[in-house]
């Protein structure tokens, strides 16, 4: 187990054949917690049970596991891969991967990809957290200095992201590792190693309109994966630390 985590809830330990975990997502009709890991490993989405034991491993053979740092989910089953990740800002291109029905796969598939790029104007950027709303994918930038959202239609192709705001948050380490939001599309959340942020009272996608809290974990490590288990309720995983094996947290929201 880790050190004091405060109010994170440890559910389970992960099963230690996943040593980098980068995200977590529910999906309707499923009783499995969905993962992946991030660049360097294989081109595999994970299927967990609550014991972190993994239940389902589905290889995806048509896309390499470039950088792929998150993931949502649709209203229908449909699990997306966010393969955004870069640290080195050099990308220009970047991908989200669409499985169809991924509860129903037996071990492997192939993927639709939505593409985009960033306007000419805009410096290349490096994302490891979205959510998909309205059929639409919100993208948040991973920096310090100040995030930035994007939106890309869930729309099979290519496209060029479009900036929809930017905020930058008081603190000093502010990097979003994750974001998730509410079923009822109220509250979005966005993860830190050490803390969440919640936004909430927001007008239409502006995000960042509204009211912005942080909430403090006595606890720091690598967490890189959030999702909303209800609307009270957030799961949050972590990437193993040495010897070390990763967490899966249940938190609840104030």
């Given at each position: 187990?880790?050190?004091?985590?405060?109010?994170?809830?440890?559910?389970?330990?992960?099963?230690?054949?996943?040593?980098?975990?980068?995200?977590?997502?529910?999906?309707?009709?499923?009783?499995?917690?969905?993962?992946?890991?991030?660049?360097?490993?294989?081109?595999?989405?994970?299927?967990?049970?609550?014991?972190?034991?993994?239940?389902?491993?589905?290889?995806?053979?048509?896309?390499?596991?470039?950088?792929?740092?998150?993931?949502?989910?649709?209203?229908?089953?449909?699990?997306?891969?966010?393969?955004?990740?870069?640290?080195?800002?050099?990308?220009?291109?970047?991908?989200?991967?669409?499985?169809?029905?991924?509860?129903?796969?037996?071990?492997?598939?192939t993927a639709s990809s939505i593409n985009f790029t960033l306007s000419n104007t805009i410096k290349p950027k490096d994302f490891e957290a979205f959510f998909l709303l309205n059929d639409t994918f919100y993208l948040f930038s991973k920096s310090n200095k100040s995030c930035q959202i994007f939106k890309v239609p869930n729309t099979v192709g290519s496209h060029t992201a479009e900036l929809v705001?930017?905020?930058?948050?008081?603190?000093?380490?502010?990097?979003?590792?994750?974001?998730?939001?509410?079923?009822?599309?109220?509250?979005?959340?966005?993860?830190?190693?050490?803390?969440?942020?919640m936004l909430i009272d927001f007008k239409a996608d502006d995000f960042f309109s509204g009211k912005i809290e942080s909430q403090m974990f006595n606890h720091d490590s690598q967490k890189e994966g959030v999702c909303f288990k209800d609307s009270k309720t957030l799961l949050i995983t972590e990437e193993s630390d040495k010897d070390i094996q990763s967490n899966l947290y249940e938190y609840k929201i104030d």
């Open positions: 187990m880790a050190c004091q985590t405060g109010k994170l809830h440890v559910i389970c330990d992960i099963s230690s054949d996943l040593k980098e975990i980068s995200a977590i997502e529910t999906v309707f009709n499923s009783n499995l917690l969905w993962v992946i890991e991030d660049a360097g490993n294989k081109n595999q989405v994970y299927g967990l049970d609550l014991n972190g034991s993994i239940r389902k491993s589905i290889t995806i053979t048509n896309v390499k596991n470039n950088d792929w740092e998150d993931l949502t989910s649709d209203s229908i089953g449909n699990l997306y891969i966010g393969d955004f990740g870069n640290n080195k800002k050099k990308q220009s291109l970047y991908s989200i991967y669409k499985i169809v029905g991924v509860d129903t796969i037996i071990d492997k598939t705001s930017k905020y930058k948050f008081d603190g000093d380490y502010n990097k979003i590792t994750s974001a998730d939001i509410s079923q009822d599309g109220k509250t979005v959340t966005l993860l830190t190693h050490d803390k969440i942020w």
